[in-house]
C-alpha cells in the first residue's frame, strides 16, 4: 500500500468497516476481460480469515466463471464524502475501503449453505433468527469467497 498513513491493520477496526458495507464487488477473470459484479454479502471470520458468502442464481455468467477460473479480486467501500476546497486539486476525497484476492467455491454442503444465507440475511438485516426451508436451499446457489489476501484503507 502506497499510503501507509491511511491504511488500517487493527482486525476490529477492519471488521466494524466490513460491517458498515453493503455491497462487495467481486472481478472475475473473463478470458482476459475483468466482469465485476456487484453483490450483498454476508462473511464469517475463521482463524483470523475473511470467508464471504454470496447467493444467486444457479446458472449464468458468474457461475460459469467461477468453474472456469476461481481466482478473483474484490472491493468493498463505505462512508464515502466529498471534502471541497477552493481550488479543482484541493479536493480530496473520504472513504473506508476493503480489496484483496481469494478463491470463490460454490457451496455444496446443505448445512454451510444454510450458515451462508444465514451470513447474508445477519449482515444486511442485523437478525440472526431466519430459518430457510429444503426447497429454498435447493433452489438457490450459495458461493463463498475465501480471502487469501486483504487490506483496508481508510481516508477521514
Same mark, same amino acid.
Given at each position: 500500500m502506497r499510503? #501507509? $498513513?491511511? +491504511? /488500517?491493520? $487493527?482486525?476490529d477496526k477492519i471488521g466494524e468497516i466490513i460491517d458498515s &458495507?453493503? &455491497? &462487495?464487488? =467481486?472481478?472475475?477473470?473473463?478470458?482476459?476481460? /475483468? !466482469? =465485476?459484479?456487484?453483490?450483498?454479502f454476508g462473511y464469517r471470520k475463521k482463524e483470523n480469515r475473511y470467508v464471504f458468502y454470496f447467493h444467486g442464481a444457479k446458472e449464468g455468467r458468474k457461475i460459469g466463471l467461477i468453474r472456469? *477460473?476461481?481466482?478473483?479480486?474484490f472491493e468493498m467501500d463505505t462512508? !464515502?464524502?466529498?471534502?471541497?476546497? $477552493?481550488?479543482? &486539486?484541493?479536493?480530496s476525497a473520504g472513504f473506508q475501503s476493503v480489496i484483496? *484476492?481469494?478463491t470463490v467455491h460454490i457451496v455444496e454442503d446443505a448445512d454451510e449453505k444454510k450458515m451462508g444465507l444465514l451470513a447474508v440475511m445477519e449482515h444486511n438485516t442485523g437478525r440472526? $433468527?431466519? +430459518?430457510? *426451508? +429444503? #426447497?429454498?436451499? +435447493?433452489g438457490v446457489c450459495v458461493f463463498k469467497l475465501e480471502a487469501e489476501t486483504l487490506s483496508c484503507k481508510e481516508h477521514l
Open positions: 499510503r #501507509k $498513513d491511511r +491504511e /488500517v491493520t $487493527d482486525p &458495507c453493503t &455491497c &462487495c464487488r =467481486i472481478g472475475f477473470n473473463d478470458n482476459g476481460q /475483468v !466482469y =465485476i459484479v456487484p453483490l450483498n472456469q *477460473n476461481p481466482q478473483v479480486g462512508n !464515502y464524502r466529498l471534502h471541497r476546497a $477552493d481550488t479543482a &486539486c484541493g479536493h484483496g *484476492n481469494g440472526s $433468527d431466519w +430459518e430457510f *426451508n +429444503e #426447497k429454498m436451499v +435447493e
